[in-house]
């Protein structure tokens, strides 16, 4: 399943499929379509010192990311998908703001590694 996400006055396409060995289809479908909400409504914000603002569609308040080491993004503590996951529509909307998903998904499978 792939996501085209509108980026300014760019697009990138999100290959949700390239995680199809870790999800189930039914797993990728929701992040995916969340991500491309947060994206379309502008649901994201640059913050400091390598921190994003992510609207939140179950709290008042916006969830915040951070960027780590070889383009891995990390969603707050009130995240329950990020927590369960590692991996989050938040953490996936962020990617594709900064145009490196296909960067995030290598990070990603390597943590995945690490903790296997």
């Given at each position: 399943m792939a996501i085209v996400l509108p980026h300014h006055k760019l697009t990138s396409v999100i290959n949700l499929?390239?995680?199809?060995?870790?999800?189930?289809?039914?797993?990728?479908?929701?992040?995916?379509?969340?991500?491309?909400?947060?994206?379309?409504?502008?649901?994201?914000?640059?913050?400091?010192?390598?921190?994003?603002?992510?609207?939140?569609?179950?709290?008042?308040?916006?969830?915040?990311?951070?960027?780590?080491?070889?383009?891995g993004y990390l969603c707050d503590n009130q995240c329950l998908s990020?927590?369960?996951?590692?991996?989050?529509?938040?953490?996936?909307a962020v990617a594709a703001h900064n145009r490196n998903v296909a960067a995030h998904f290598n990070w990603y499978r390597n943590q995945e590694k690490k903790t296997a």
């Open positions: 499929q390239t995680l199809s060995d870790l999800f189930a289809e039914k797993d990728l479908q929701l992040p995916g379509e969340k991500a491309q909400r947060l994206s379309q409504e502008r649901g994201i914000w640059d913050g400091f010192e390598k921190t994003c603002l992510v609207k939140s569609e179950s709290l008042q308040m916006p969830h915040t990311m951070k960027a780590v080491s070889n383009n990020f927590k369960l996951r590692k991996l989050c529509a938040h953490t996936v």
